[in-house]
């Protein structure tokens, strides 16, 4: 490559990891400010779940691996090591979810049932995805708000699509809630 062609690279590169890194800086700062933090639970390998799952019963699912609970631990310190003070921590019925949220955050998990998957009977979706939203519109702290959940729900919610342990980064204005960004720890 020639010097002036991998000049332009460097300063295409250079000037789209600023607004990325801008982003990121954003959405941290939001979480510190009381924000929502939607995260999409820690690498669970597969897709969907076995034929008989059962809530109640956690060898019938899709759960984490080794991965993903040293995912979830990553998640959790870096949650703290960035200052962000947690008030909540809410978490779908799913034992990935819960286990992200567990091993993030050990005893502080509420079940909520909104946000539990709707992969499975798409029809229940708007439903809950409108029980999730009235949930985090009335957030008001104090800290920020943790919900461990699915890449279903997230995406009804946001549009976006994340990869498992990523998360995406709400603040409240006034009754909308606005994407800042997206984390993954």
Known sequence: MTRPRRSLLVAMLS???EPVSAAKDAAWQALRCGGILLLRHATAPGGGDPPGMRL???ATQRNLDDAGRAQARRIGE???AAG?????????????????AEIAFPG??????????FFADSRAGPAQTAAAQAILRA?????ALFVSTHQV???????????SGE????????????????IRP
Do not use: H, Q, Y
Not at 84 to 100: N, Y
Not at 139 to 143: E, M, R, V
């Open 56 to 58: 109640d019963d956690c």
């Open 78 to 80: 870096a949650i703290r």
């Open 108 to 117: 502080r998990v509420v079940l909520e049932p909104a946000f539990n998957s």
């Open 153 to 163: 729900n997230i995406t009804a919610l946001t549009g976006i699509v994340p990869a």
């Open 139 to 143: 957030w008001s702290g104090p800290g």
């Open 15 to 17: 000037g789209l990891s």
């Open 84 to 100: 962000v003070d947690v008030g909540s921590v809410l978490a779908s019925a799913w034992c990935r979810t819960r286990e992200t």
């Open 167 to 182: 998360g995406v980064v709400l603040r409240k204005e006034g009754d909308m809630l606005v994407i800042v960004g997206r």
